[in-house]
């Protein structure tokens, strides 16, 4: 069998706002060991994650958030992001041990 390799999450994972106390937006995306991250506003995220390995529109967290207070701005793939979710993704889950 396969084993997955666990990674370190990125020192950022949680952060919403820069050193500085600037908020991070929908379009900031870091690269971190090789691997690209995007931001996520989605306030209900388990370990109040802010950072993603796949995109905004595709967080079914963020979805079903933004489609219960009724947004305008809810992508037309809202059905289909669960199965989107990158597998890197996993590998950056924070244990709550």
Do not use: M
Not at 30 to 35: I, N, R
Not at 39 to 52: A, G
Request: hydrophobic content about 20%.
């Amino acid at each position: 069998s396969i084993k997955s390799i666990r990674r370190e999450p990125p020192p950022f994972v949680t952060h919403y706002q820069s050193s500085e106390g600037v908020k991070y937006k929908l379009d900031n995306t870091p690269d971190h060991d090789g691997t690209t991250f995007h931001f996520c506003d989605c306030p209900l995220h388990r370990n109040k994650l802010k950072w993603h390995t796949h995109h905004p529109d595709k967080c079914h967290t963020r979805n079903c958030w933004l489609k219960d207070k009724g947004s305008p701005t809810l992508p037309s793939n809202v059905t289909a992001a669960a199965s989107n979710i990158s597998d890197t993704n996993r590998a950056y889950e924070r244990s709550t041990h």
